[in-house]
């Protein structure tokens, strides 16, 4: 890929949830919501019930939790992919118009 995505961001209001959970179920839950924001980016994974199915072990509550999470990762990750494709839009249109040198050197100097 030509930008992929680094990270994803967990939010305070899941806090409460999470401290509700025994240790073992959180590292079940961070470890499942790694693999679906990865694979949620890629294009992979576009339901968190299939990446569920891989976590036997994982309690309802933190199945709850990963689902709430999961939401907010498929929000974000939605927005992250428009914005990423104006952006090409972008450097495709500068280098149609000024031509790929020219459109380089603008795009560094306005970062």
Request: glycine letters at 8%; one cysteine or more; aromatic letters at 12%.
């Amino acid at each position: 890929m030509n930008n992929p995505k680094r990270g994803f961001v967990v939010y305070f209001d899941n806090y409460p949830m999470l401290l509700a959970m025994p240790p073992e179920q959180r590292g079940l839950l961070f470890t499942a919501l790694m693999q679906y924001a990865d694979g949620r980016w890629r294009g992979e994974v576009t339901d968190p019930e299939e990446v569920l199915v891989r976590w036997p072990d994982m309690g309802a509550q933190a199945q709850m939790g990963f689902r709430f999470m999961a939401s907010a990762v498929d929000r974000d990750t939605q927005r992250w992919l428009l914005r990423r494709q104006a952006g090409e839009r972008r450097r495709q249109q500068t280098r149609q118009r000024f031509g790929c040198r020219f459109a380089l050197r603008l795009l560094h100097r306005n970062y």
